[in-house]
């Protein structure tokens, strides 16, 4: 899939992390890239360095890992359903009551990585699914109109959002 969403596609919030999508390329095999790159750049860390907060209050760098896969998991399912035709509205979600409820202080950066490495797999293998017609369906995820093209895309650039993060406030280079 190389065709990226209209602006009518999903809500001006989720154009933060659209922008960041390459606008060039496959879709899935920007996902595939980015699954490698992001394997690489987080798996020479140490745990001391996962249990890393750049200031009170904010997340650790295992937390930071987490918050990607479990958002990753949640645009997948809403991906899922939408592309699948289900016009059903999908709830929103709340990251920091999802972040209280996490086990990734408790977790190894490896556990970690092998859960990230896991759920993108799961992606991509529904993406391998999709056809053409079901890439450019919409349905209503968080009170907002979103297409399943848009979520891929939402799920590429929230990843890049906070690696960018994890650069420029985590110091990870």
Known sequence: MNQRPA????????????????????????????????????SGLTEEQGNYRYAEGKWSVKEVIGHITDNERIM??????????????LPGYDQDTLMEGSPF???????????????RQATLTLLRSLT???WGREGTA?????????????IIGHELHHLQVLRDRYGIQ
Do not use: N
């Open 7 to 42: 602006s009518s596609e999903y809500a001006p919030y989720y154009g933060t992390y659209i922008q960041l999508v390459p606008a060039e390329g496959d879709l899935i095999q920007i996902l595939e890239d980015q699954l490698q790159r992001t394997i690489a750049f987080l």
């Open 76 to 89: 997948s399912y809403r991906l899922l359903r939408i592309a699948r035709g289900d016009t059903t509205p």
């Open 105 to 119: 202080q408790r977790c190894t950066l490896a556990y970690l990585l092998e859960d990230f490495k896991a759920v």
């Open 132 to 134: 053409e017609e079901a």
């Open 142 to 154: 968080s009170d907002c109109v979103i297409s399943a093209r848009a979520l891929a895309c939402v």
